[in-house]
């Protein structure tokens, strides 16, 4: 077996984020554990991911920690705080929003 990775969803409880975690399980991606991320309020919200239950936690400068890939589906001004928490963390970034668009710093 390959290597598998610890992936987080910023805005899983979201529709885009379903869809992540759905293509995720689709395409068989080899995550090792899948942490759900969101506001708040959506801390505590049971997701499933590849047949298991998962506890949403609440999305936090602190919440990268161990994390391989994040991925952000939570809104432009969402990624603009937190996405750099992730890069600081060692976290392969990959933003859904157009909060990195046009800056020339980022890749695409």
Do not use: H
Request: with cysteine; charged share 25%.
């Amino acid at each position: 077996m390959g290597r598998e990775y610890r992936v987080a969803v910023a805005g899983a409880t979201g529709a885009v984020g379903r869809v992540m975690r759905g293509i995720l399980e689709e395409r068989g991606f080899p995550v090792k554990e899948l942490v759900a991320l969101a506001t708040a309020k959506s801390a505590g919200t049971r997701l499933q991911y590849a047949g298991e239950e998962i506890i949403c936690q609440e999305l936090t400068p602190d919440s990268f920690k161990g994390i391989d890939l994040a991925l952000f589906s939570a809104g432009g001004g969402t990624s603009l705080k937190f996405a750099p928490f992730a890069r600081d963390a060692g976290c392969v970034v990959v933003d859904n929003s157009s909060a990195w668009r046009m800056d020339p710093e980022v890749p695409l």
